[in-house]
């Protein structure tokens, strides 16, 4: 048994921004036996089985208020827990890793309640509530962003920023766009993260005419959730729900229009696309707007509320940028700047020393 591989439970779940540094992550650790942590219905469902066995617990989130569902929720919480450290033991897991939500609590309580070592990654500038009250609880927080450490001062805090799927680093960097847009003409490219953007989509299609004549092409992903989606027809004008080949995508923009969830935003600063962001206001505690402003403050990006844009504004303000190629370009570098490519490679070696460490104890 001296070579049996080391084996790590992931605990991730729900949207891209969450699965998708995941991802990244177990394909840095070749030689780690690798099992899944996730929820029934979710993402992780469609994403994870074709790569790693995958283990479902029922768990939700606490919403605001304490009632009877909060008592249904608790049980489930405490139901989840004992499910978790099941899984653990019978499976001679040496550590977890998770990437927060809803998952991480019980991971980080059943891991810890039988001494394993955690590796918690927080993505966001601003860490949620589960990564403030977990966090001292954890072997290392690995942060995205730098600014996050201020709100975990009682953590162990690495910052390695948050790894990105291999499509866009070297091995993906010359897969073509296989989309019908002509050499040379602007692209605007306009997403709203692995859900899409239902008020994005609305502003965008209002503003395109008045892009179409200054003759730019719009790659709208809508997602699946758009009540207005093939209302607008045009030449110039490419709607799809997803794209698979993102990375090629914002290498070929010349400006995105996106929310500010920090996948999408890791992919834009790796791809050195300039951004126009719309932080989504119903975020947790306005987690978006924290995002934002890390690249609004590095000259990466402009910021503008939802509630605040109008159409009229947008307009303009993607026309501006479209005439100032110098003001994209630095754009760009600085949203380069941000970038961490080797996020993944980082994180991987904080969870080997992590749980060597920890095998060294109990030598």
């Avoid at 929720?73 to 139901?79: A, F, N, P």
């Avoid at 009250?133 to 927080?141: H, R």
């Avoid at 995205?144 to 960097?173: H, M, W």
Wanted: aromatic share 8%; net charge neutral; glycine share 8%.
């Amino acid at each position: 048994m001296a070579n049996a591989p080391i084996k790590l439970l992931i605990a991730a779940s729900g949207t891209g921004g969450h699965l998708f540094p995941a991802i990244a992550l177990a394909e840095k650790l070749p030689d780690y036996e690798i099992e899944w942590l996730g929820v029934p219905n979710r993402l992780e469902t469609q994403l994870v089985p074709k790569q790693y066995p995958l283990n479902t617990i029922a768990v939700e989130g606490f919403q605001q208020g304490f009632g009877l569902s909060s008592l249904w929720i608790l049980g489930k919480l405490i139901s989840s827990i004992l499910e978790v450290r099941r899984i653990l033991k019978q499976g001679n897991f040496q550590g977890v890793f998770t990437t927060g939500g809803y998952i991480a609590g019980p991971a980080v309580i059943a891991a810890r309640s039988l001494g394993l070592p955690v590796v918690f990654h927080e993505s966001n500038a601003l860490p949620g509530k589960v990564t403030r009250f977990f966090g001292p609880w954890c072997s290392a927080v690995a942060l995205g962003f730098a600014e996050a450490a201020r709100y975990l001062p009682r953590a162990k805090n690495v910052c390695v920023g948050t790894p990105v799927r291999s499509q866009f680093l070297d091995g993906g960097i010359n897969t073509p766009l296989d989309l019908p847009i002509p050499d040379g003409v602007p692209l605007i490219v306009v997403f709203g993260g692995s859900q899409g953007a239902v008020a994005v989509n609305k502003l965008a299609r209002q503003s395109a005419p008045a892009w179409f004549d200054a003759g730019a092409y719009v790659v709208h992903l809508t997602g699946d959730r758009d009540p207005e989606a093939d209302i607008l027809k045009h030449p110039q004008y490419i709607e799809l729900p997803f794209y698979d080949n993102m990375a090629a995508l914002l290498r070929r923009a010349n400006l995105a229009i996106s929310r500010s969830g920090a996948g999408s935003l890791t992919e834009l600063a790796v791809c050195g696309t300039p951004a126009i962001l719309i932080p989504y206001p119903f975020a947790a505690e306005d987690h978006q707007s924290y995002n934002a402003d890390v690249f609004t403050s590095s000259g990466a990006a402009l910021t503008f509320k939802q509630s605040e844009l109008t159409s009229e504004i947008l307009q303009t303000q993607v026309l501006n940028l479209l005439r100032s190629p110098e003001k994209l370009a630095k754009m760009g570098e600085r949203a380069k700047a941000i970038a961490t490519p080797d996020s993944a490679e980082q994180l991987a070696s904080l969870i080997c020393e992590v749980i060597a460490t920890q095998l060294g104890k109990k030598i």
